[in-house]
């Protein structure tokens, strides 16, 4: 029996940046991954979403005005639907002095601005395991 592709979720926090979440989505793609986009910035849709796609994963890239905040939300209400499995990961933009916050959202890891695909891509494979498999 052929095993499903990894699906993630991926959403955006913050003004912009369209055109470079629909370019790593591409390259997420083209690299055997299955990727839903979401446009909402939420934390209750973004888990409705991801309920709904059955995701294993959601990527976030984060643009000024994001609040972070909002990264510990989706993971308190992806733990209180019975869904601790489904990681979050989160990168981009974010002030020096907000990383230390990083650490209490639950975010499994958080990449910085310049980060390359291939990185995130290789650390994808290397982390990001089927919940449904």
Sequence with gaps: MKERMIRILMAKMG???GESLLKLS???RDSGFEVILTETQKPSAIVASAIQEAVDHIGITTFPGADLSNLGKIRRQLDDEGLPEIQITAGGFIEEDDMPRISETGVAEFFMMGT???ELIAW???NIKSCYN
Excluded: D
């Design 124 to 126: 994808a494979k290397r």
């Design 15 to 17: 003004e912009g940046g």
């Design 26 to 28: 591409k390259a997420f």
């Design 116 to 118: 390359s695909i291939q």
